[in-house]
């Protein structure tokens, strides 16, 4: 079992910073993906940006928040950070942690989410 603890959303006024975190604890075998999604009421859920690998990282965004947002890792504490710059009212929304890895005796990768942590840019 993996578990996904997110935490630093809030409200922030437009041209705003917010900092979102995940660290994902228990029985973690090998993390490939860690990612972050983002939900608005009545849409599909969207990847707004990933990371891709282990050793050598891909980083992947959304056209939407590149040169905004930047996505970074510390395997070390298998934790996953956004970094949310020139916030507007379209980034509103639930943000959600996303990572793919195995686990210790099953090296199957399975995803993993966490509960979502809500983000909302507003004057």
């Known amino acids: 079992q993996v578990d996904l603890a997110e935490s630093g959303g809030g409200v922030v006024q437009p041209g705003g910073s917010l900092r979102l975190s995940c660290t994902a604890t228990g029985n973690i075998g090998r993390i490939t993906v860690m990612a972050w999604f983002r939900q608005t009421p009545g849409n599909q859920r969207e990847m707004v940006a990933n990371?891709?690998?282990?050793?050598?990282?891909?980083?992947n965004y959304n056209e939407a928040v590149k040169g905004r947002f930047t996505i970074s890792r510390d395997n070390a504490k298998n934790t996953v950070y956004l970094q949310m710059n020139d916030l507007r009212p379209e980034d509103t929304a639930i943000y959600y942690c996303?990572?793919?890895?195995?686990?210790?005796?099953?090296?199957?990768?399975?995803?993993?989410w966490g509960q979502g942590t809500q983000v909302t840019v507003s004057s």
């Open positions: 990371t891709v690998g282990y050793t050598n990282i891909a980083y």
């Open positions: 996303n990572v793919f890895c195995s686990t210790i005796g099953d090296q199957r990768p399975l995803s993993y």
